[in-house]
């Protein structure tokens, strides 16, 4: 933790938390398994929240950046001020006064995009306030406000963002509980993700997926779910790679992103060790275990799966810090 030196109540400087960009969903996993990015370029891809001194009654809030366009113009409506909200009530059940800041959104993450946007505002609005007040919220009860906030816009509370954009790496976190838990990420894979630069809400997304599955699915994706992290701990990264096979959310959600399937066939034929959907997409990720198939993959994503000139893509490790303030 980098806490300031400043107490609570004396602190004037500016603090500024960075929370990265995920994938949630790993392809299997689905709703349980996510993984924190960090373009190897240093790119800072994630969103990041500036607390300053209130000058105030309320809450006050400005939004910057390069997707600062695509949200709702009203503060109300956005998550950070119902973080601020959220977080000064819970502080007050406890007996904590919690006076309002001034904040600015650096947005930074598409909205809409698959890659973790709307919980990367709630991560590093909700640990920028415990930072500025000296942490009063313990680090599960903290979660869970994150939890809450994230399932609020998402319409359904899923963790896989929310835990490794908070604590870094791959991360396990059983659906119904706020239990998570730390997974191995092999070393050497280099993960390309590219938005094409349109927009997917969740809820949407959301809304294709079977309300049931056939028994033979379910028995197959626990076995593959398994059969993933027997490998990450025993360094089988084929057969880890193996086992990311989407049996749940992508025969849905394929049709909802337009050029998917054809991108999959050329970045396999390009050795990819598997593609994906990010999230719920319309981010599309590939894994490579080469730096020179992991900057062609990127290159045709650019060149045949960006849709908009908005759209990018990024070479990725692994992000093992999670929220973290910056200068
Ligand atoms: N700070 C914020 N960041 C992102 N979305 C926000 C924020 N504040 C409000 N919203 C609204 O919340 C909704 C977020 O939609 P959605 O859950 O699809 O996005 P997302 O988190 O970007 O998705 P993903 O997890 O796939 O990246 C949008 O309607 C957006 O306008
Ligand atoms: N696991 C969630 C992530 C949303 O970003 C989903 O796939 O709907």
């Known amino acids: 933790m980098n806490a300031s030196a400043e107490s609570p109540e004396m602190r004037t400087t500016p603090l500024k938390v960075f929370a990265p960009a995920s994938i949630g969903n790993v392809s299997v996993g689905f709703d349980a398994l996510g993984l924190a990015l960090a373009p190897l370029d240093g790119t800072l891809l994630g969103d990041v929240v500036e607390l300053r001194p209130g000058t105030g009654s309320d809450w006050n809030l400005d939004v910057t950046g390069p997707f600062s366009d695509k949200l709702p113009p009203d503060p109300e409506a956005n998550i950070v001020t119902a973080c601020c909200r959220l977080f000064a009530e819970t502080a007050a059940e ?23 946007s709307s919980a990367s505002s709630v991560v590093a609005a909700l640990e920028g306030l415990n930072r500025w007040y000296g942490n009063p919220l313990g680090s599960r009860d903290l979660f869970r406000l994150m939890a809450e906030a ?4 998402s319409g359904a509370v899923h963790l896989d963002n929310i835990a490794p954009c908070l604590y870094g790496g791959l991360r396990l976190c059983p659906p119904g509980g706020q239990a998570e838990y730390a997974l191995p990420w092999p070393a050497r894979w280099q993960t390309v993700v590219c938005w094409p630069g349109t927009e997917l809400v969740t809820r949407e997304a959301r809304s294709v997926l079977p309300e049931s599955l056939p028994r033979a699915t379910a028995v197959q994706h626990a076995a593959q779910f398994a059969q993933f992290v027997h490998a990450l701990y025993t360094g089988k990264t084929g057969l880890a790679a193996a086992s990311m096979v989407d049996l749940i959310a992508e025969p849905s959600r394929r049709r909802l992103l ?20 990010s999230g719920s997409g319309p981010t599309l990720f590939a894994i490579a275990d080469d730096s020179d198939v992991a900057a062609e993959l990127a290159a045709w994503l650019r060149r045949e799966y960006c849709a908009t000139d908005r759209g990018f893509a990024h070479v990725c490790r692994v992000d093992l810090g999670g929220a973290r303030s910056i200068d």
Not at 94 to 116: C, E, F
Not at 150 to 153: T, V
């Open 150 to 153: 994230e399932g609020r816009i």
């Open 258 to 277: 337009a050029g998917f399937d054809d991108a999959r066939e050329a970045l396999l034929g390009r050795g990819a060790l598997t593609v994906g959907i």
């Open 94 to 116: 406890r007996g904590i006064p919690v006076a309002p800041l001034d904040l600015t959104l650096d947005k930074r993450l598409p909205i809409g995009s698959g890659l973790g």
